[in-house]
C-alpha cells in the first residue's frame, strides 16, 4: 500500500492541477506548463525507477534490443519471438540511451525511460500549438493540462512505452503540414509509422491538412518511403539478407494475440486475460471496417478532428489492448477539448492507473481476481469514449476568418485548417 501511496501522489497532483486550471481559468505561460510538466514525469520516473516490479517489456525486452543492437545483431531475428516486433528506428534509439547511461553511470531503469519522457514533454508546446481554440490563453492552458494527464504520465514515466515518441513525432507532422511543410510533414509523419504502425492512423488528418492533391501524394510518399528505409538499413548494420526482408516485415507488423483486456473481449472470455489468435481473426476485419467507416463519416472534419475520431474508433473496437494505447487519442482529446474530454481525462488516468499501480502489487491469483472486473469495467471507459466522438462537419467559423483562396488562413495560428 505504501507504493501504492507514493506513486499515486503524483497522478492526482496531476488531476488536480488541470482540475484547478480549468476551474480557476489558469493561463500559464509555456514555461510553467514545461516545468510542471517536468517535475511530476522526473517524480514518477524515479519513483518507478527504484521499484521492484518493473515492465516486462521495458526491463526485458527493450534492454536486450538495445544491447542485441550494439552487438551488430537484429533483434526481429535474434530476441524472443515477439520479443521486438517493430522496425530498427526506435532499436537504434534504445541504443543510444544503453549507451548514453552508461557513459552517464545511470542504470537501465532509469535511462530506458528518458526518451519516451522527453518526447512526452516535446507534446506540451505541441498540444498548445495546435489546440482548435482560437484563444491564446485557452491553448496555452491546454498544454498545461496535457503536462498534468495522468494517463500519460503512467505511459512515458512509469511505463517508459514507445507512444509518446510515436505521437511527438505524429502531432509534429500535422503541425507541418499546417505550415505547408509538406515534405518535413512527410518524413516525420513517415518516423512516426516507422516507430509503431498503429500511427497509420494519424496520416489521414495530416493529409486533410493539406490544399493540394500533388502536397497530399508527396506526404503519402515519404509516409511508404520512410519505413522502408529502416527496414532496408539492417542489411548494411547487422547483416541481415535481403531474402530475410519480408520475414522482417513480417515480424515488425506481428504481435502477441493477447486479449481479454477490454471491450468485447473482456465480455467474451469473462474479463480473463487468454492468448488466443482466434479473436484476431474475427476482430481485425471487423476493426478495419469500424476505421474505414469512420474515415468516410467523418471526411470533412477538421484535421484534429478526423484524427481523434479514428484513434477513438479504433479503441472502441479494438480486440488487443494494452493501458498505454489510452495515452493515443490524449494529445488530440485536449487540443480538441469538447464536453466528453474530462470524463475520458480522468476516467481514462483512473482506470490505467489502477492496472499500473495497484494491480502490479498482486500476487498471480490477486492479480486474476483483480483483472476480472478491471477488465469488465473498460465498458464504461468505452462508454466516455463514445461520448467524446467529435462533430462530424466543421464548426462554423464567421466569413471574416475564413481564408482568402492561396493565403494561409487562422488554421496556422492554431485554429481549424478547414477543407479545401
Not at 148 to 161: E, K, N, R
Not at 398 to 407: N, Y
Request: proline letters at 8%; hydrophobic letters at 55%; glycine letters at 10%.
Amino acid at each position: 500500500m505504501i507504493h501504492v501511496l507514493v506513486m499515486g501522489l503524483p497522478l492526482a497532483c496531476g488531476l488536480a492541477l488541470a482540475l484547478l486550471a480549468e476551474r480557476k481559468r489558469w493561463t500559464p505561460p509555456l514555461v510553467v506548463a514545461l516545468a510542471t510538466g517536468a517535475v511530476l514525469r522526473l517524480v514518477v520516473m524515479l519513483i518507478a525507477a527504484q521499484d521492484s516490479w518493473q515492465p516486462y517489456d521495458l526491463a526485458i525486452d527493450f534492454r536486450d534490443t538495445a544491447d542485441a543492437v550494439r552487438d551488430g545483431q537484429d533483434p526481429l531475428f535474434e530476441l524472443r519471438e515477439g520479443g521486438w516486433h517493430f522496425l530498427p528506428f526506435l532499436a537504434y534509439l534504445l541504443a543510444g540511451a544503453r549507451e548514453l547511461g552508461e557513459l552517464l553511470g545511470l542504470s537501465w531503469e532509469v535511462t530506458g525511460r528518458i526518451l519516451p519522457v522527453l518526447a512526452d514533454l516535446a507534446l506540451i508546446p505541441l498540444v498548445a500549438r495546435l489546440s482548435t481554440d482560437p484563444s491564446p490563453e485557452v491553448r496555452a492552458r491546454r498544454g498545461f493540462q496535457y503536462a498534468c494527464a495522468p494517463v500519460v504520465l503512467g505511459v512515458s514515466a512509469l511505463h517508459g512505452q514507445f507512444g509518446p515518441i510515436t505521437l511527438a513525432l505524429g502531432v509534429a507532422a500535422l503541425l507541418a503540414a499546417r505550415n505547408g511543410r509538406v515534405h518535413l510533414a512527410g518524413v516525420l509523419i513517415g518516423l512516426s509509422v516507422t516507430s509503431a504502425n498503429w500511427s497509420a492512423l494519424l496520416l489521414p488528418g495530416i493529409v486533410l491538412a493539406l490544399p493540394a492533391l500533388r502536397q497530399r501524394i508527396t506526404v503519402v510518399v515519404w509516409t511508404g518511403v520512410v519505413p522502408v528505409v529502416f527496414l532496408l538499413s539492417s542489411i548494411p548494420v547487422f547483416g541481415t539478407p535481403l531474402d530475410k526482408m519480408p520475414a522482417a516485415l513480417s515480424a515488425a507488423m506481428s504481435a502477441r494475440p493477447v486479449v481479454g483486456d477490454w471491450g468485447w473481449t473482456a465480455i467474451a472470455t469473462g474479463g480473463n486475460q487468454t492468448v488466443d489468435p482466434a479473436y484476431g481473426t474475427i476482430g481485425t476485419p471487423v476493426l478495419a471496417l469500424a476505421l474505414l467507416a469512420a474515415l468516410w463519416w467523418w471526411r470533412k472534419a477538421d484535421p484534429v478532428a478526423l484524427t481523434l475520431a479514428l484513434l477513438l474508433v479504433f479503441l472502441i473496437v479494438t480486440y488487443r489492448f494494452g493501458a498505454q494505447y489510452l495515452a493515443w487519442p490524449m494529445p488530440y482529446l485536449i487540443m480538441f477539448w469538447k464536453r466528453g474530454t474530462w470524463p475520458v481525462y480522468i476516467a481514462g488516468g483512473v482506470w490505467a492507473a489502477f492496472g499500473y499501480v495497484f494491480m502490479t502489487r498482486l500476487d498471480g491469483a490477486g492479480w486474476a481476481d483483480a483483472h476480472v472486473w478491471w477488465a469488465l469495467s473498460s465498458l464504461l471507459i468505452i462508454a466516455f469514449l463514445v461520448r467524446a466522438l467529435p462533430a462530424r462537419e466543421p464548426e462554423h467559423r464567421p466569413a471574416s476568418a475564413r481564408p482568402e483562396p492561396g493565403k494561409p488562413g487562422p488554421a496556422h495560428e492554431g485554429t481549424h485548417s478547414g477543407v479545401p
